[in-house]
């Protein structure tokens, strides 16, 4: 009996056809797969990457007596930012993003945790509310506090007709001003991160410990503001490091009178032309941002921050 198989048979096709095809296709696919991802990783290196390292190495040039930069080492540079002006300027920002992420947690926190509470129509209408403001521009909405912080703008209007004040108050271009901008800019950020983190929460174990025994206050301590604590934390890094930068709002609010490091690093850049000692600034400010969020990493347990995935 003649036992030799012939090339072309069905058994041939089987025994090494399959896996030819199956190697073929796995490498059809890790070709597509690796083209489709090609253009992030260029996009990542051009813009990413690419300006946070230039601005790395001019942090350590020296500024040119006209214009541009010497190609010379310092650490001068970083050595100015210890100065008393610039501290205290680093002070001011820090006071400013403390109390402005403070207030913005105590309107924020409820408002995104009630909100997670809603029927699913209702949360549509409430994300709708709340981004109707950002197809705005940012500038066009806070010229719009101007018209309501002005002497005998809107506010006073209204507390004058009431009868609560007799003369127009001096509102405008003030630090109060300038908090409740950075406030009005900021707490949607708050509000989207904690109602994604509560919106996750399993209500039933707050239910749980109300059957245990738990009074309301109890059950919201132990349970829901536990288990809503990233999203709460997550909230006050996307307030307090953009409000150490937004640099317009002073501008606008404040009238030069609130000066931020986002203001410093602005006139180091347009008007002293000192764009190495801007660069340093830029990475120290940079080095606070990465901080925040490996506290926050610790603290919360969790990678990426709620409300942006």
């Not at 300006?51 to 006209?66: D, G, N």
């Not at 209204?158 to 009005?184: E, F, H, N, Q, R």
């Not at 996307?238 to 030069?256: E, H, K, Q, R, Y």
């Amino acid at each position: 009996m003649n036992t030799e198989i012939r090339r072309g048979s069905p058994a041939v096709l089987m025994t090494g056809g399959e896996p030819r095809k199956r190697k073929a296709s796995f490498r059809r696919l890790f070709d597509a797969a690796t083209i489709s991802v090609v253009p992030i990783y260029v996009f990542t290196l051009l813009f990413v990457v690419g300006p946070l390292v230039y601005m790395v190495v001019l942090s350590f040039l020296k500024r040119a007596e006209t214009w541009g930069v010497l190609r010379e080492f310092t650490w001068a540079n970083y050595s100015n930012i210890l100065k008393p002006v610039y501290l205290k300027t680093f002070y001011e920002s820090l006071k400013l993003a403390s109390f402005t992420t403070l207030f913005v947690a105590l309107v924020g926190y409820p408002f995104g945790y009630f909100m997670a509470r809603l029927t699913a129509v209702w949360k549509r209408r409430m994300m709708l509310l709340l981004m109707i403001p950002f197809w705005t521009s940012s500038l066009i909405r806070l010229y719009g506090w101007i018209i309501i912080f002005r002497a005998n703008g809107t506010l006073d209007n209204i507390l004058m007709g009431i009868g609560l004040t007799k003369a127009p108050l001096k509102l405008l271009y003030t630090y109060s001003a300038v908090v409740v901008g950075m406030i009005y800019a900021l707490v949607p950020f708050m509000i989207f991160a904690v109602y994604s983190s509560a919106e996750k929460l399993d209500w039933q174990l707050v239910e749980a410990a109300r059957d245990l025994g738990a009074t309301p206050w109890q059950a919201f301590i132990t349970v829901s503001f536990r288990l809503t604590l990233p999203g709460l934390l997550s909230g006050v890094v996307l307030t307090f490091i953009p409000s150490m930068g937004l640099f317009f709002i002073a501008d606008i609010l404040g009238g030069n009178k609130v000066i931020l490091v986002g203001n410093l690093i602005q006139e180091q850049l347009m008007k002293a032309r000192n764009w190495p000692f801007a660069a340093a600034l830029s990475v120290v400010l940079m080095i606070l941002t990465s901080i925040m969020i490996a506290l926050y990493r610790k603290v919360s347990g969790v990678k990426d921050l709620e409300g942006l995935v």
